[in-house]
């Protein structure tokens, strides 16, 4: 059984960079799509990206200028960072596994609150 | 981009009775990459449903998903009291990737 665990600060200031890493356990990382998400209390959910275990990317256009995502396969980890952030990324951040060609997340971590505040 | 608008956004029903809520595409997607997701509060979302109507791995039969071009369907037969939570549908298209309905929450009436 795939499983997936966020881990990072959950109280970030602003103009500051975000930092998350999510790990993979019960499978390898290698060869499959990892993404990132978002949902803002009480609001609906938000794909801020992925990356192929090789390290090929891509991002949500609305993001694009502020996130990058990585790969650690040693760790079997991938990371998310996002820079200049600001009240508005205040959100519950979820790292997923893509099954790619077809477009879904069939497994999810169990969501972290990052909460950007002065 | 593609948006997806669900309907209705709460629908309030009983324990035992069937819930049809409905996914909109504002421009026809393949069938192939539309997704159902449940959220219960405080949980991460899980797959349901792929592919319009492939159910995802231990998700019950009550569960069903159809449609095509622009309009899709999840329907549960016959509701459970675990069944309550708010669900999303999700597309994969072309820029940006993946979009996400606004939800519909499906409360205990």
């Known amino acids: 059984q795939v499983q997936l665990q966020e881990s990072g600060p959950g109280l970030v200031k602003p103009s500051e960079t975000l930092s998350l890493t999510c790990t993979v356990s019960g499978d390898s990382i290698n060869n499959y799509y990892w993404s990132w998400l978002r949902q803002p209390p009480g609001k609906g959910l938000e794909w801020i990206g992925y990356?192929?275990?090789?390290?090929?990317?891509n991002y949500n256009p609305s993001l694009k200028s502020r996130v990058t995502i990585s790969v650690d396969t040693s760790k079997n980890q991938f990371s998310l960072k996002l820079s200049s952030v600001t009240a508005a990324d205040t959100a519950v951040y979820y790292c997923?596994?893509?099954?790619?060609?077809?477009?879904?997340?069939?497994?999810w971590g169990q969501g972290t609150l990052v909460t950007v505040s002065s | 981009e593609i948006v997806l608008t669900q309907s209705p956004g709460t629908l309030s029903l009983s324990p035992g009775e069937r819930a049809t809520l409905s996914c909109r595409a504002s421009q026809s997607i393949s069938s192939s990459y539309l997704a159902w997701y449940q959220q219960k509060r405080g949980q991460a979302p899980r797959l349901l449903i792929y592919g319009a109507s492939s159910r995802a791995t231990g998700i019950p039969d009550r569960f069903s998903g159809s449609g095509s071009g622009t309009d899709f369907t999840l329907t549960i037969s016959r509701l459970e009291p675990e069944d309550f939570a708010v669900y999303y549908c999700?597309?994969?298209?072309?820029?940006?990737?993946?979009?996400f309905g606004q939800g519909t929450k499906l409360e205990i009436k």
């Open positions: 999700q597309q994969y298209g072309s820029s940006p990737k993946y979009t």
């Open positions: 997923a596994r893509l099954v790619s060609g077809v477009g879904y997340f069939d497994y």
């Open positions: 990356i192929y275990y090789s390290g090929t990317t």
